[in-house]
């Protein structure tokens, strides 16, 4: 279930390090994966998204990768920006594909960059 | 396109009083709407979801309850706020049947209950 109870871990990097913020998703049935920044004060917006038939996928800046043997999501960010700053959130769809599940979030990682 | 409109942005409410914050989605028919709140430092709690008009799924026991009177517009409300009932929340929506299984988020409404 959800982690709502439990404070943010917190990741600092150097501005123009890339970052790698981790999630361990719980359902092995799960074929949809987004990834998620909130800046303070604001909702989640959409970063990237990706299916389980993919093991990485590109964006500007981001990459997500997937790892279904271990039910593990990660997101790069290359050459972190301060603007990078925020709450990073991964989340799953265990019933992609027609049935009406919910998206199940993670807990959250809070990412500091560092001038 | 798609956008989806929630209101107020800030609220300052006495324990007791009634809430109410309202969600709309426009460019899109038969969404999925949901609510979730956020306590500062936190994740995302579900609070209600629904799929329909009239439809209401509530995931948390609790002092608020939700209501879609139309299709594009879901309502949380309180009849008595308590102080726990702080933080912010979030409207949500998405379109399963329109393939889009991402949830796309409102601004969020931050309610401190004094």
């Given at each position: 279930g959800e982690s709502v109870g439990l404070h943010l871990p917190t990741l600092s990097v150097q501005e123009g390090d890339n970052s790698i913020i981790n999630c361990a998703y719980s359902n092995?049935?799960?074929?949809y994966f987004i990834w998620y920044k909130q800046e303070s004060g604001k909702g989640p917006q959409f970063i990237i998204d990706i299916r389980s038939n993919m093991d990485k996928r590109q964006g500007q800046r981001v990459t997500v990768l997937l790892n279904k043997t271990v039910k593990h999501l990660s997101l790069q960010i290359a050459a972190?920006?301060?603007?990078?700053s925020a709450v990073y959130f991964c989340a799953e769809n265990?019933?992609?594909?027609?049935?009406?599940g919910n998206l199940i979030f993670g807990k959250g990682t809070k990412l500091s960059v560092k001038p | 396109s798609q956008t989806i409109h929630q209101w107020p942005a800030t609220l300052v409410q006495p324990v007791g009083s009634p809430l109410s914050l309202e969600c709309t989605v426009e460019g899109t028919s038969n969404p999925n709407l949901y609510w979730y709140r956020q306590a500062a430092g936190r994740g995302l709690q579900l609070l209600f979801y629904s799929v329909g008009i009239g439809q209401i799924s509530s995931e948390v026991p609790q002092n608020l309850s939700a209501s879609r009177p139309q299709d594009r517009q879901f309502i949380l409300s309180s009849k008595k706020l308590l102080l726990s009932d702080s933080g912010f929340y979030l409207c949500a929506w998405s379109s399963p049947g329109q393939g889009i299984y991402g949830y796309t988020f409102g601004s969020g409404t931050r309610l401190t209950v004094v």
């Open positions: 092995s049935a799960s074929d972190t920006q301060p603007g990078d265990p019933f992609y594909g027609g049935s009406q | -």
